[in-house]
Every structure is written in C-alpha cells, then in structure tokens.
C-alpha cells in the first residue's frame, strides 16, 4: 500500500514535469504518460489492468466526461455556428475515407473475413476526444479549426460505436440493416444534444443557490455526471449530452440575453461557472487525464507480433489518407497551418479501446487479432499524433508541410 501511495504521488509530479515541457518544447506530455503505462503494465509487468477491477472502466469514462465537459465549456456559439457544419462532414468524410482503407488491409494483412475487416475500420474511424480536446486548447489555432476538431473527436465516438455494434449484429445475425443504423445515429446526436442543453439550462439557474451550500465546488461535475448518465440509460450518446451540456453551459450568458418578455425563460436567472470553479475544473482534467492515459497503456496487450506489425501499417493508411480528407472537407478560409496540424490530428483512445474487445467478448472468430491490431493503432496513432504535432510546431518543417499540404488537393475542392 505504501508503494502504491509514493506511486501515485510520483506520478503526479511526473505529469507537471511534462506539462511543463510542453509548454517549453511544443512536445505534448500524452505519449510519455501512455509509455509510462506501457512501462508499468506489458512491459515489467509491475501492475496489471485487472488491479483496478471495474473502477477502471468507470475511471476512464469519468475521465473522458470531464474532458468533454470541459471542451464544451471553451467553445463560444459563434465559433460553433461556424465549424458546425464543416466539423460534421469532417467526422463523416474521414470515418468513411478510414473504414474504406482499412478495411482491405485488415482483410490482407490479418485474413480475417469481410464484416471483422471493416469492423476494425469503423472502430478506428473516429478521434480520440480524451487526446484531441486537451491537445488542440494548448495549441495555436484559429478559433474555427479548434472548434471543428472539438466537435469531430466528440462526434465520431457516435458513429465508431453505432456502426461497429451493427457490424457486430450482423455478424451474429448475419443481416445488415443500414436505415436503423441511420437512425441510431441521427437519435442518439439529437437527443442527447436536447438532454444536455436541458441540464445546462436548469442547473444554471440552481447555480447561485448551489454555492450557498458548504463545500459546493464539486457539485457541478457531479450533475455532469448524472446528465451523461441519464443520456446512456436512455440509449443516447452520454459524450455528446456532456459536450452540449458544457456548450449551453459556457454560452449561458447569451442565450439570457435572448429571453422574450412573458415567456417561461423570462423568469429563469441562469448562471456562468465563476473563475475558482473553472480552476478546479482544469485541476480535476489535468488529474483524470494523467491516469487516463498511464491506464491506456497499462491496457494494451500484445500477443502477436503480426497483430503489431499490422497495426503499423494501418496507422500508417490512417495517416496517409487524413490529409486528402482535411483539404476536401475544412473551409477554405482554414489556414495552412490549421490545416497541415488537422491533417496528422487523428489519434484514436478510449472509445477504440472498448471496442476492441467486444468482437473477443462476442467469441467472434479473429477476435483476440483484431483486438491486439487496434491497440497497436492506438500507440502508434497517438505516438504520431504527439510527434507530428511536435513538428509542425517547428517553424521551417512547418512551412513546408504547408507547402506540400496546399499542392496535394486544389483549393476548389473544398467547400467554403
């Protein structure tokens, strides 16, 4: 117990030591922290994932909540009426574009069948919200890229999750059904955006009397955690009621401001989070994602070295044809240099990570390959995430990655 006790306070200086350098080298502190797992879980095999029982589900879902939250809470309506639209065909032209490509070379390299091929590929369509979101607040960008790539990591943990279930009921089944599909997709965004905007409404209008009570400052991500709750147990997408709760939450000034006399809002007196809730809003986000990721590397298994190799070169597919999909679907008004860091932001995490092992579960045939392939994506997807970043950073490597990125796809293509 002591050991584990020094291990947690060491861990936590460690990650100020690497947010620290993030902010003096550009290198962003998510793949020491994923490497420190690695470290501690497959490699010396100090501590295992099953230490943790169930509170490491429940840990790392907490994790991602909090982190949507508090993205929501930094977007501003007008940024969003502006990369709502361009976000959405982001998520839906590059999980495409992803399943389409992966989808082969996972049937080649793993001989798997059709279905489990492109199973890997919805499973790996998306973004990862934990790594995005704390990414892209600290790095220098338009107002509208950042918001888009917000929204694309928060959307796309929908479509991963409702077409790799399908897949895997058709498996089961063997029927396909692509217009229920489609409407579990268009319900859950909907209505769990609708739940979230409810909460945010009325839980700003308790705020002022929250804060009279004694030792009121966790109450707030307490109701987030109910909102995302309600959300899953109403069959809805929990990351998205978060992510709207923290949109409505942080525009709430505005949206008074819209009242009309007579009406019901009229009576409503909704209020912002002050600044000491924000601050420990940013403390209990840095904490969840330091163990976040130190759990995703304690997580992974590799017991095939081909289901690691394999896992290279479909990151490597992913990599490739992000860049086409970037310049196709982001504004022209997107800058270069928006868009070069937007070409390599597609680091996949926890949603890929639950996902993976549900074929196993399933007894689906190819199960433990598939799950060893996509989390070897998931290391070398957020390795090269956190490394091209890095390089972009640089000014004379990015100049020329813009350079390259604005002669691969006309202007023309991209919609305005």
């Known amino acids: 117990m002591e050991l584990v006790i020094i291990g947690i306070g ?39 994932p099953a230490a943790f029982g169930k509170i490491g589900a429940v840990f790392t879902t907490l994790a991602l909540v909090i982190i949507l939250f508090q993205g929501g809470l930094g977007l501003n309506f007008a940024a969003l009426r ?49 790594v995005v979101i704390p990414m892209v607040r600290k790095l220098k960008l338009q107002d509208r890229s950042r918001t888009a790539l917000i929204l694309e990591s928060a959307f796309s943990d929908v479509l991963c999750i409702i077409v790799t279930i399908a897949l895997l009921e058709s498996v089961r089944s063997q029927e396909l059904r692509p217009g229920l599909v489609l409407g ?97 809003f940013a403390e209990i986000v840095f904490l969840l994602k330091t163990f976040f990721f130190v759990y995703i590397g304690l997580s992974m298994r590799f017991t ?46 926890l949603a890929a990570a639950v996902l993976a092992s549900m074929p196993l579960q399933a007894g689906v045939a190819g199960g433990a390959a598939m799950q060893d392939a996509v989390y070897a994506v998931i290391l070398f997807s957020i390795a090269a995430t956190t490394f091209l970043t890095f390089i972009l950073e640089r000014g004379g490597v990015r100049a020329a990655a813009q350079a390259a990125l604005s002669r691969l796809v006309p202007d023309k293509a991209r919609p305005s």
């Open 10 to 48: 060491v861990l936590i200086f460690l990650a100020h030591l690497f947010a620290a350098l993030f902010e003096k080298t550009r290198i962003p502190d998510v793949v020491p922290l994923v490497l420190l797992g690695l470290a501690l879980g497959p490699l010396f095999g100090l501590v295992a």
């Open 304 to 349: 095939h070295w081909n289901s690691l190799l394999s896992g290279f070169f479909l990151t490597t597919a992913i990599f490739i044809v992000r860049v086409p999909v970037v310049r196709w679907t982001m504004s022209a008004k997107t800058s270069s240099g928006d868009a070069a860091i937007a070409g390599v932001m597609t680091p996949k995490g």
């Open 184 to 280: 579990q997709i268009i319900a859950s965004f909907t209505l769990a955006s609708v739940i979230g905007s409810i909460g945010a409404v009325f839980w700003s209008n308790f705020l002022a009397r929250v804060r009279e009570l004694e030792n009121s400052l966790f109450m707030t991500p307490a109701f987030v955690c109910i909102v995302f709750g309600l959300a899953e147990l109403l069959g809805f997408s929990g990351a998205i009621a978060a992510l709207a709760f923290g949109i409505v939450l942080g525009n709430i000034d505005m949206l008074a401001g819209l009242k009309v006399p007579g009406s019901f809002f009229a009576r409503l007196k909704p209020v912002q989070l002050n600044s000491t809730e924000e601050a420990l």
């Open 82 to 130: 502006d990369s709502l639209a361009e976000g959405a065909w982001l998520t839906l032209v590059n999980f495409g574009a992803t399943a389409a490509v992966v989808g082969p070379i996972a049937h080649a390299l793993l001989d798997l069948g059709w279905t489990e091929s492109f199973m890997i590929g919805s499973i790996v369509g998306g973004t990862s919200s934990a």
